[in-house]
């Protein structure tokens, strides 16, 4: 947000043409939905869908003491990074708390680049630059992000690039291509639960690979289904389910603490974690009926407190009533029986293990 007005990325002028409904998020006039946030959450998962994700921070970190850097700064390793590779990785403070959840791609050895959460650019570009000694570049309005998600996303890509993406696997990218005639870094990743690549172009060309995509049978989507997908599968929302208080061992996240043989701002605290237990796990939940729960309800296992929920929503593809809370490690178990109350009202549910949604190749796997 600048001078109290909102950001706006350089697709703005085409959401308006496409009718979608606007809204504000972390300091930008983002699209919420465009057809509706169901459409479009079926759109991705049997097809393909098109998200204007451009309102990410984006820092470039170049120089030889790079990766050093970014070692002591992230808790999972950058060190097994190779050229081409991207990491998901909290960067957590002195006491183990998140600072952000980062997607981290390395171009080389001296340069890296930092993908964030739209809400913590000032803090992530604070945080870079008073405990990193390179360079660090805030990239946000240079670079323009979107991501291509849903089993069909190869198939409309790969008209416009000339690459074959075919053999890319998940977390790699190709650092120098171009989409639809236009520079671009293409990478397999996402936050949907589907296939999918993340294509980062130049900010002032976004438009004309926006629109390749959108005739390529790409339906454009919206912050909407971004949450109702991401929810299902299983995928954390900083500010709502992760912040600077909670840690990532208690946030399921453990799978990105590499703490062996390694030194970074908040392993002593993590250390101690490991060691002495979490005070409360993240756990799914599946409440029955209808009811959606909000952050901030509290659940109860036997009329006591034993939790509160942080992120809750229909589950349009799974049809259940879905949420995520932390709760007290003795009723975190997985088929633990609680209650959440929605509105003075108790509501059953069952604490379930994640992801709700799991797409059919990685059942398979």
Request: glycine share 10%; proline share 6%; aromatic share 8%.
């Amino acid at each position: 947000m600048r001078d109290g007005r909102l950001a706006r990325t350089p697709l703005y002028a085409h959401h308006l043409r496409l009718e979608a409904r606007m809204m504000a998020f972390a300091g930008w006039e983002m699209p919420l939905q465009y057809q509706g946030i169901l459409a479009e959450h079926r759109a991705v998962r049997t097809s393909c869908g098109v998200f204007d994700i451009s309102h990410l921070s984006e820092f470039w970190v170049r120089g030889p003491r790079a990766l050093e850097d970014l070692d002591r700064l992230l808790a999972n390793d950058p060190r097994r990074l190779v050229d081409g590779q991207a990491l998901y990785t909290p960067m957590c403070n002195e006491a183990g708390g998140m600072v952000d959840d980062l997607l981290v791609l390395r171009f080389s050895e001296d340069r890296f680049l930092v993908v964030g959460n739209a809400a913590r650019r000032e803090a992530d570009l604070a945080w870079l630059r008073t405990h990193a000694a390179s360079e660090v570049v805030d990239a946000t309005e240079e670079l323009a992000l979107l991501a291509v998600q849903g089993p069909a996303s190869e198939a409309v890509l790969r008209p416009l690039v000339k690459v074959d993406l075919s053999g890319l696997p998940r977390h790699r990218f190709v650092p120098e291509t171009a989409v639809a005639g236009v520079p671009a870094t293409v990478s397999r990743t996402g936050y949907t639960g589907e296939d999918g690549f993340e294509v980062f172009c130049p900010w002032d060309r976004a438009a004309p690979v926006w629109e390749a995509l959108r005739r390529a049978g790409a339906v454009p989507c919206g912050l909407g289904a971004r949450d109702t997908l991401r929810l299902e599968a299983g995928y954390l929302l900083y500010g709502q389910d992760v912040d600077e208080h909670t840690t990532p061992l208690e946030a399921g996240l453990g799978w990105t603490v590499k703490l062996q043989d390694r030194r970074f701002i908040g392993s002593e605290a993590l250390r101690e974690q490991v060691r002495t237990g979490v005070r409360r796990r993240l756990r799914g939940l599946v409440l029955e009926g209808h009811t959606i729960a909000r952050r901030g309800c509290p659940i109860l296992r036997d009329g006591a407190p034993a939790g509160a929920v942080t992120s809750g929503t229909w589950g349009p593809w799974v049809e259940r009533s879905l949420a995520l809370g932390y709760l007290l490690p003795e009723h975190a178990e997985p088929g633990t029986p609680v209650t959440v109350k929605v509105r003075d009202r108790p509501v059953p549910a069952e604490v379930v293990a994640l992801p709700f949604y799991r797409r059919a190749a990685q059942r398979a796997q």
